[in-house]
Nanobody, 126 residues
Framework: QLQLVESGGGLVPPGGSLRLPCAASGFTLDHYAKGWLRQAPGKEREGVSCISSSDGNTYYADSVKGRFTISKDNTKNTVYLQMNSRKPEDTAVYYC???????????????????WGQGTQVTVSS
């Protein structure tokens, strides 16, 4: 059974670093491009970042560019989101998901993703 499981969320203060892992089971994650998306309370879901499977190219929404980093570990069948310089507006449920190819509009083309994890809550607050 194909499954994606996110972890690593919680209540964290502004600034600093947090890494979210997303472990895949039942399939080889690197056969797909994969991304991180988030949904804040009362807001639409938005794409955060994507990493391609073929060449490892990475893509970011403007809201996180320079602060977040997506990476993968094929030996662990896991994709990560490194969140640096956290801001209160980063508060959201974070999801990982697979996609045939990273979308051209990272932030808005959330419909392109097919298999999703259940999400992990990240709350940035002092």
């Amino acid at each position: 059974q194909l499954q994606l499981v996110e972890s690593g969320g919680g209540l964290v203060p502004p600034g600093g670093s947090l890494r979210l892992p997303c472990a895949a089971s039942g399939f080889t994650l690197d056969h797909y491009a994969k991304g991180w998306l988030r949904q804040a309370p009362g807001k639409e879901r938005e794409g955060v970042s994507c990493i391609s499977s073929s060449d490892g190219n990475t893509y970011y929404a403007d809201s996180v560019k320079g602060r977040f980093t997506i990476s993968k570990d094929n030996t662990k069948n896991t994709v990560y989101l490194q969140m640096n310089s956290r801001k209160p507006e980063d508060t959201a449920v974070y999801y990982c998901a697979t996609v045939p190819t990273c979308p051209g509009q990272i932030a808005t083309m959330t419909w392109a993703y097919d298999h999703w994890g259940q999400g992990t809550q990240v709350t940035v607050s002092s």
